[in-house]
């Protein structure tokens, strides 16, 4: 959950019951300092390398959510940090919290400017989502301000150590971080996708918990189950589906199994059924194993409430042989249903079996089976990297298709220790340079699962600064003006500063100007500088003139 301090302790029986209109546990908040990790968070960004375009617009206010399956509940503005993130901070973590409230009094809390605290999304009990805080912007959710820079924050229905959440609220939730992990490039694994406990107290080295040293998501949360599901709905790591129309994908079977397409919500054209039995006439399942590695192992069966509710399916593991037992009558409509990570061997091999022998009678299927390996260590190659019209103020960069063994999820372009685009594409225009400077360029092509590939630096060089405008010639004054010429500065040169007595009265894109309001009499300066399309500014020089005697 996001900080603030808990004024009441509401019980709740059963997983399902919210709290959609009452004011959440939490209703009293501690302050910003308890939410962002700072006494005094800003509210608004200003990070970024000076005078770069980068891609995004800082701080656009959102029109709706970012999320296509979220509704768009917006938090108060009072209660988060706009910012332009990945371009001005990197995301690359995901925080889970439990809200200690219902789904719809968590939103509504967040919409409170006195809440100052914030989180990018809340999941309720039914798999329902909100979208609080755009990603781009910085929630204040963890306690610790460095966390919230670099994280998004999803918040869900219940109460830490007390709510046993239902599968349907592990499901969207997964859905959601598994968009948001392809999306930013964020690493699957436990080091990437947090607990709230798991967050350092900024104040206090070797406690965690953020700020308030928060337990949740508690031990009531399951890390097993909602990583499996994550894994699988980013394909981010290897993936293989073997069903009985799989070629080679069934080992062995006896002919005490039979083909049928009977039953709604199976894989594939038809499935493997039998009785049940009580002597073995086990099918086996063969797959192909790419590296020794944990997998998470997922079956689906057809739907029939009279199925067996004592499968036993055998898993040779790379420790040896271990069984799960499966209930065929529920969860058919869920599609994949975990069953476990099992640390498998290299190879291709028979990895499974449905065994027919089982004390309850239901028939028993052997539909399809899922494996998805839980880590993906090979990072992709290197694009290269070529620099193609490059002007005073700006350049356009192209780089090579990288490959992986999965899959390259996207690019990474860097100019100057500033990343400026994240993308699948495989070029991009840099606005915003400065003439006459030397720019570091680089691009990392990001896996599937989040691995970077190494990187080549090439230097882009921008032409000259303006040049100092030469030629300069003063008309014959007047009583009351004169009029200033001088020569082009060249192609660099967007226009000119003009000066009288060292102070800028004008800017103009010819090479002239007529001065005017002078007094009689009277000696000045005038001076004009050069200046590029992005500002830069020539040394100004001038001519000294005196107007006609009164």
């Known amino acids: ?41 800003p509210h608004r960004l200003t990070l970024g390398l000076a005078g770069t375009h980068l891609v995004a617009p800082l701080g656009s206010t959102s029109a709706g959510p970012d999320y296509p399956h979220a509704l768009w509940e917006p938090a108060s503005p009072a209660n988060y940090t706009v910012a332009n993130r990945p371009f001005d901070l990197p995301i690359h973590r995901l925080v889970i919290h439990v809200a200690e409230g219902g789904f719809a009094s968590t939103y509504t809390w967040f919409r409170n400017p006195a809440a100052q605290a914030s989180a990018n999304y809340v999941v309720g009990y039914d798999g329902q989502i909100a979208q609080m805080v755009p990603e781009h912007d910085i929630a204040w959710h963890a306690g610790n301000w460095a966390y919230n820079e670099t994280s998004v924050g999803i918040e869900h229905a219940g109460f830490t150590n007390r709510t046993i959440f239902p599968d349907t609220q592990y499901r969207a939730s997964a859905r959601l971080a598994a968009y948001l992990a392809d999306k930013y490039q964020i690493v699957p694994d436990r080091s990437h996708v947090i607990g709230h406990y798991q967050v350092p107290d900024p104040f206090h080295p070797g406690q965690f918990g953020g700020a308030d040293h928060h337990t949740d ?30 070629p080679g994908g069934v080992s062995y079977a006896s002919a005490v199994w039979h083909t049928s397409s009977a039953r709604p919500d199976h894989q594939g054209p038809d499935y493997l059924f039998t009785g049940g039995h009580t002597a073995g006439h086990p099918v086996g399942y063969r797959f192909s194993v790419p590296a020794a590695d944990s997998y998470d192992l997922f079956m689906r069966w057809p739907c029939n409430a ?43 091999g028979t990895r499974l079996v449905v065994q027919s022998r089982s004390p309850d009678p239901g028939n028993i299927a052997a539909d399809a089976f899922r494996i998805v390996e839980a880590s993906d260590p090979t990072p992709p190659s290197a694009p290269a990297v070529s620099l193609n019209g490059v002007q005073a103020t700006s350049m356009h960069v192209a780089w090579t298709a990288a490959h992986d063994n999965i899959g390259v999820g996207g690019y990474q372009l860097w100019v100057d220790g500033k990343q400026v685009y994240l993308g699948s594409g495989r070029s991009a ?34 032409p000259a600064c303006p040049s100092i405008p030469t030629g300069l010639v003063a008309g014959t004054p007047t009583q009351t ?70």
């Open 306 to 348: 009279a199925y067996n509710r004592h499968v036993t399916v055998g898993v040779a593991t790379q420790g040896g042989y271990r069984s799960v037992a499966v209930d065929e009558s529920r969860n058919c409509t869920r599609g994949w249903n975990w069953l476990g990570s099992f640390r498998l061997a290299a190879g291709s």
């Open 217 to 246: 998501p508690g031990h009531t949360w399951n890390w097993s189950l909602y990583m499996a599901y994550l894994r699988a709905d980013a394909g981010d790591t290897y993936q293989q589906v073997v069903d009985n129309s799989t």
């Open 481 to 550: 003006g004169v009029t200033l010429s001088w020569d082009h500065g060249g192609p660099t040169v967007a226009g000119y500063n003009v000066y009288l007595n060292g102070v800028r009265v004008a800017q103009t894109g010819s090479t002239s100007y007529a001065y005017s309001g002078l007094t009689c009499g009277t000696a000045y300066a005038l001076g004009v500088a050069s200046y590029d399309a992005a500002g830069d500014v020539s040394a100004h020089t001038h001519i000294d003139v005196q107007t006609a005697a009164c």
């Open 1 to 41: 959950m996001v900080q603030y301090r808990r004024t009441a302790l509401i019980a709740l029986a059963a997983v399902g019951i919210g709290l959609a209109a009452a004011a959440p546990a939490w209703a009293h908040p501690e302050g910003g300092r308890a939410a962002s990790g700072l006494a005094h968070p």
């Open 429 to 462: 225009d840099v606005a915003g340079l400065h003439c006459g400077s030397s720019y570091p360029v680089s691009v990392r092509a990001v896996d599937l699962a989040g691995n970077r590939s190494a990187k080549h630096v090439v230097w882009g060089v921008t």
